[in-house]
T-cell receptor, first 116, second 112 residues
Framework: DADVTQTPRNRITKTGKRIMLECSQT?????MYWYRQDPGLGLQLIYY???????NKGEISDGYSVSRQAQAKFSLSLESAIPNQTALYFC???????????????FGPGTRLTVL | GESVGLHLPTLSVQEGDNSIINCAYS??????FIWYKQESGKGPQFIID?????DKRQGQRVTVLLNKTVKHLSLQIAATQPGDSAVYFC???????????FGAGTILRVKS
């Protein structure tokens, strides 16, 4: 079974609609992240969460919101979708770091979102 | 913000040859550098990382080299196989918070 799952895997919606993308993990990690990937580009961080009570903006948070419902669940919402939010969206998880050191991030399979 | 970039967008190699994928970074304060592999339709998969106080690290068939003088990172894949065909991303960790900044990616194509 996949450790990091995302639903839906594909979604087509219209401009102005509210969309929620969901992420669940069974790795027991405290930290969760949402990234966006545009064609031919690397991943950009949208939001991240260190634990259930902690939410932080990433590089490109405008137009997005998140909710950390539980340690294992982190959802991303587009309140009013627009066409330039068409992209691949990835969720990732990691253990908490100690002393600021890096801990590997584990990625889900992605959600392909198309906004018409 | 500072960013990580790649020199070559596409690399084609013959099966069995060694591959070298390069990356330039700009944030000298980053403490870790990481290589990810992304196959079509999948999320990025961790390959190898290197801490900023090292200049070389080896894994299984892969080696990462870090040159802090010129802010350059490379991934070497030995005896490249068809299964190595993917997009490779370098990323840097911006210290506390485990936040990654990704480069644009290099497509590796392995010819049989």
């Amino acid at each position: 079974d996949a450790d990091v799952t995302q639903t839906p895997r594909n979604r087509i919606t219209k401009t102005g609609k509210r969309i929620m993308l969901e992420c669940s993990q069974t790795k027991g990690h405290d930290r969760m992240y949402w990234y966006r990937q545009d064609p031919g580009l690397g991943l950009q961080l949208i939001y991240y969460s260190f634990d259930v009570k902690d939410i932080n903006k990433g590089e490109i948070s405008d137009g997005y919101s998140v909710s950390r419902q539980a340690q294992a669940k982190f959802s991303l919402s587009l309140e009013s979708a627009i066409p330039n939010q068409t992209a691949l969206y990835f969720c990732a998880t990691s253990d908490a770091t100690s002393g600021g050191h890096y801990n590997e991030q584990f990625f889900g399979p992605g959600t392909r979102l198309t906004v018409l | 913000g500072e960013s990580v970039g790649l020199h070559l967008p596409t690399l084609s190699v013959q099966e069995g040859d060694n591959s070298i994928i390069n990356c330039a970074y700009s944030n000298s304060a980053s403490d870790y550098f990481i290589w990810y592999k992304q196959e079509s339709g999948k999320g990025p998969q961790f390959i190898i990382d290197i801490r900023s106080n090292m200049d070389k690290r080896q894994g299984q068939r892969v080696t990462v080299l870090l040159n802090k003088t010129v802010k350059h990172l490379s991934l070497q894949i030995a005896a490249t196989q068809p299964g190595d065909s993917a997009v490779y991303f370098c990323a840097e960790n911006e210290g506390y918070g485990n936040k990654l900044v990704f480069g644009a990616g290099t497509i590796l194509r392995v010819k049989s």
